[in-house]
């Protein structure tokens, strides 16, 4: 009994904190979100997907001024490549997507893409055969002055 008082007493603690949070129960408990999603781009996605239950100050609302974004609104994100299908391939995949291809570097570890990626593909683009992850570039910023 004292097991199970236990369960119940870290769920008790992890519905609160997600309360407290503003995470949804309910959308944390069934995410189709890919594990191979950073954070950053994970917080875009979920943000845009419950658009109308998001709470006034997401994660995504403060990431949003890091956010590098072309004209169309897509965001600025490096494809990870795993090496099991070559990056040409990857590359017209993304770009069936709605992706831009910025750059490529095939030479680092299995392959690297930095693309312009529709948010709301960004799970298909985490999908595709052959990437490993999918990270978000954020806007370079000035380091602070110490005094």
């Not at 189709?32 to 996605?45: C, E």
């Not at 392959?111 to 593909?121: L, S």
């Amino acid at each position: 009994m004292l097991y199970r008082g236990r369960n119940l007493r870290g769920l008790w603690i992890g519905v609160t904190l997600a309360s407290a949070l503003g995470i949804p129960i309910a959308a944390s408990a069934q995410s189709p979100m890919p594990d191979n999603i950073d954070g950053g781009l994970r917080h875009l996605v979920e943000a845009r997907v419950n658009a109308a239950a998001a709470p006034s100050v997401s994660a995504a609302r403060l990431l949003e001024p890091r956010v590098l974004r072309d004209t169309q609104s897509r965001v600025l994100v490096n494809v990870w490549l795993d090496g099991r299908h070559p990056l040409p391939t990857v590359h017209q995949s993304l770009a069936a997507l709605g992706a831009n291809v910025s750059a490529e570097l095939a030479t680092y570890r299995q392959g690297v893409i930095a693309a312009y990626v529709p948010v709301e593909h960004a799970i298909d683009a985490a999908l595709l055969p052959g990437v490993r992850s999918v990270t978000l570039e954020h806007k370079p910023s000035l380091p602070r002055s110490v005094a």
